[in-house]
């Protein structure tokens, strides 16, 4: 039961993924030399994931309070799009060599109840396996 005790502060429990997920950014950002407004895709990893949100690592910090659309790959093939609101940035450090993710920790704001509850299921087959051992 230790591994409860660490994330006891934590709403939901997260489960470790390396999952592909694709960040789109709902609002515009401006680009500072045209004013022009434009919108930020990128393919990512998906290193942990919970029913509430994830961690996802990337080089291209977005700032805490960035609304984004998220479609995780799933292993069985399926997609999960939820919507989802950029918690905090986490940047890369690195120490004696080893370079430490980088990325934000996104919070689910919500998406389609049946993403959602494949999401949920994902999840917690995942936790349930991981309990077992």
Not at 88 to 93: D, E, I, Y
Request: net charge neutral; with cysteine.
């Amino acid at each position: 039961m230790d591994r409860n005790s660490k994330d006891h502060s934590r709403k939901h429990e997260r489960i470790d993924t390396s999952l592909s997920v694709r960040v789109s950014t709902i609002e515009a950002d401006r680009d500072p030399w045209t004013g022009r407004p434009y919108f930020r895709t990128s393919q990512e990893t998906c290193s942990n994931l919970s029913r509430g949100g994830a961690f996802v690592r990337t080089g291209e910090l977005l700032e805490p309070g960035k609304r984004v659309l998220l479609e995780i790959s799933l292993p069985n093939g399926s997609q999960v799009e939820a919507i989802g609101r950029v918690a905090w940035t986490k940047r890369a450090l690195e120490r004696r060599g080893v370079e430490l993710d980088a990325g934000v920790g996104i919070e689910f704001l919500g998406g389609a109840s049946s993403q959602l509850s494949a999401l949920a299921d994902f999840v917690a087959q995942r936790d349930d396996t991981r309990g077992d051992t």
